[in-house]
């Protein structure tokens, strides 16, 4: 594979202060893939992101670094140049796709998943068409809500990813309705799309903590790596929707990977 850096892209106007990749968790000198965990923000707002939002970030992407040693994965916390969406201007989009381009510029022509919780599990799937990404992870992404006067989000930047949903059922900030919506659609355009249903849990899936964490390494891992993924992963990709979309997701998923 060629190691030529891809051009940079500009994240934002004169002023606005940079996107940049955080301290890189993981692989010292030889890096074979490339997680970038894109945080939850806002609808609108054009400070900076907080501390706490990112230090949300940073068990998740020492738990993938960590499960990820062998095979040279290298994980970075983006921090995004503006906290909002703010309609239009997609702001966390332009600055994934910029991450994208400065691990190309870094490491060389390695894989990249983006695994994006609430607004960044939004700006993840918006960002997929970019060259170096190989897989996307959404953690309760944040959708418009349903509106006659609305574009649905694209999925044909998803075509050739892997693709990967999670939802709590009682999420109360964020519709799980959307979401499966939005699955359904790409599993359309694209088969290597599945998702899953955490039951009873909110927002934040912390009940099942445990579980979701290990179905993310799970899956990066499988998709940056070629590893095989778990039973129950491998069956929701290869099942017809709706029931690859709507896997639920067991208790004590990954106990017995070592996750």
Sequence with gaps: MSQQAMPQRDPGAPGSGAASLGKPLGAGHSVHGVALLLPAGHAAGTRR????????QRPLAR???RAGAAEGLVTHVVRYRRRGWNDAAADPVRDAEWAADESVRRYGDVPVCLVGTGMG???ALRAAGHPAVTSVLALAPWLPERD???TPDPVRQLTGRRVLLVHGTNDEHTDPDLSFRLAERAKKVNRDVCRFEVHSDGHALHQHRSEVRALTVDFVLGSLFGRHYARPVADAL?????????MPLASGFG???GY
Excluded: D, K
Aim: hydrophobic residues 50%.
């Design 49 to 56: 992101p907080s501390a706490l939002t990112l230090a949300a």
């Design 255 to 257: 106990s017995s990977l």
């Design 121 to 123: 599990g939004r700006a």
């Design 238 to 246: 290869a099942a017809p929707p709706p029931l690859g979309l709507r």
């Design 63 to 65: 738990r993938l670094a």
């Design 148 to 150: 006659a006067h609305l």
